[in-house]
């Protein structure tokens, strides 16, 4: 049988730490007797695990990380602010001004628009067996729920505008 064991530094890295298995730990030791380098590459790992163990640790200061999170907000911003060409603002008040001129129309010819006509399906594609009958002309032709609609793209559309608003003075905070 074959033996493909290949020593790397990742293992002597666990050897030197004491993670292998009994099974790894023996292949490693085999290795490193008939390999010097290796072997001196462990004596170097264990020199660096002295040296470390060697420093001391220092504390950090309890507002460390409230500094560390100002100072790359502030570079964020400043990133930010010289990142950008232009003031993008005008495409979506542009776009919420459309949305809404669009929405009232209706409402400002509705009162000069001749009454709609009933919205006839034509015979063909009514089925021919007994089908409860629903009006859906009328429901879709119903005022009220025109208006209705229209009041609730209202209220989305100004919701809409509510967090683009909350985003932006998020933004001009700083957070």
Known sequence: MENNFMLTDELLW?????????EAKAQVENWLKTHPDSQQRLDQILAEKRAFSGLTLEKPDTDFAKKVMAAWASEHASA?????????????WGASGILLALMFVPFLLAP??????PVRIPEKFIPQVSVPAFDW?????????Q???????ALLSLKLLDKYL?????????H
């Open 14 to 22: 666990d050897y030197a730490d004491g993670f292998l298995s009994d």
């Open 80 to 92: 930010k602010r010289s990142s950008r060409a232009g003031n993008k603002d005008w495409i979506f």
């Open 112 to 117: 000069d628009a001749p009454p709609a006509e």
């Open 137 to 145: 002309a009328g429901l879709l032709n119903n005022s009220s729920l």
């Open 147 to 153: 208006f209705l609609l229209m009041a609730t793209l």
């Open 166 to 174: 909350q985003v932006k003075q998020l933004q001009a905070a700083g």
